[in-house]
């Protein structure tokens, strides 16, 4: 599994994962109550994101197309990401 540790935020940590790895962890941690997020950031090229947040650490995965038979537990109106170098 390919990680890359983008920041640790206040309370916990956050990884920004490649989609191979986000879907495999996803299939093992959501059955144990993850919660999924999905919004999107960018103004002018917007980019998909996904967060599972299990305990104290939110897994990420960005990317330009939505991931297929993926239903969230929350469609977000807006996201904030100041800790990852990310803009809404």
């Not at 879907?23 to 941690?29: A, D, Q, S, Y």
């Not at 960018?42 to 104290?56: A, D, I, P, R, S």
């Amino acid at each position: 599994m390919k990680a890359e540790l983008v920041s640790c935020a206040p309370g916990g940590v956050y990884v920004e994962l490649d989609k191979e790895s986000f879907l495999e962890l996803l299939e093992k941690l959501r059955p144990r109550g993850a919660i999924l997020i999905h919004g999107s950031i960018g103004l002018v090229k917007k980019k998909n994101v996904y967060l599972l947040v299990h305990g104290c650490i939110v897994y990420a995965y960005v990317g330009e197309e939505p991931l297929e038979d993926v239903v969230p537990d929350i469609e977000a109106k807006t996201l904030v990401m100041p800790l990852t170098g990310r803009t809404a």
